[in-house]
Structure formats: C-alpha cells, structure tokens
C-alpha cells in the first residue's frame, strides 16, 4: 500500500490550504483514511478521519470547526481542506489508511495504518 501526500506550503495566518493524498495498492473505498500531524520536537497527534462510507468524521478538537475531511473513492484520494490556518497548525502533516474494513473514523481505526512521506504546512505569523 502507497500512499502519496501533497499540496503542503506556505500561507499566513488565517488562510487556507487543501491537502490530498492518493492511495495505491489496494481497494480504498471500504477503509477510513485519516490525517495526523507533527511539529517540530513534538509528537504525531491525530487531526481527523473519515470512516469508509464518508459519513461519519471525526476531529480533533484542536481543528474543529476549521478543518475538514472529505473523500473521493473515485479518485481514491482523500482531502484536508484546512481554513482559519494559525501558526500552532505548522506541521508535517501525514496521511494514514486504516487496515479495518468497514472502520469508523476513530482513532483507534489507525493503530495499525499505512502512512504517507508527509507534506510541510507552514503557517505564518
């Protein structure tokens, strides 16, 4: 399983950016896919999830309200649309595909996934 994150940069403080990540090697559309975090000297923490079906989502409390996660099963790739960006969202962030069939978008839907390289989000005061 592959998963290749993108669409990471540099904004300012109150702006956007739209994340994706594509996955390959193996069926997408019955796996929640998830989105984690990771700034410089801290550790990976979770930022939102969607289940299989694309109905239920879950996020951290940190970004809710702000951030939003969405799939397309078509394309199989999964969105963070990020919005209302601050400086404290600068992080690597990093895709995550659940190896539960028919998961929720809980966390504990991601204790054994495949992750992405990560892509650089860099916000600006």
């Known amino acids: 399983v592959q998963l290749q994150a993108s669409g990471g940069g540099l904004v300012q403080t109150g702006g956007s950016l739209r994340l994706s990540c594509v996955v390959s090697?193996?069926?997408?559309?019955?796996?929640?896919m998830g989105w984690f975090r990771q700034a410089p000297g801290k550790e990976r923490d979770f930022v939102g999830a969607?289940?299989?079906?694309?109905?239920?989502?879950v996020y951290s409390d940190s970004v809710k309200g702000r951030f939003t996660v969405t799939r397309d099963d078509a394309k199989k790739t999964v969105y963070l649309q990020m919005s209302w960006l601050k400086p404290e969202d600068t992080a690597v962030y990093y895709c995550a595909a659940s190896d539960r069939r028919f998961g929720s978008a809980d966390m504990s839907s991601f204790e054994n996934a495949f992750w992405g390289q990560g892509t650089l989000v860099t916000v600006s005061s």
């Open positions: 969607i289940s299989w079906s694309g109905v239920g989502t």
């Open positions: 090697g193996r069926a997408f559309g019955v796996y929640p």
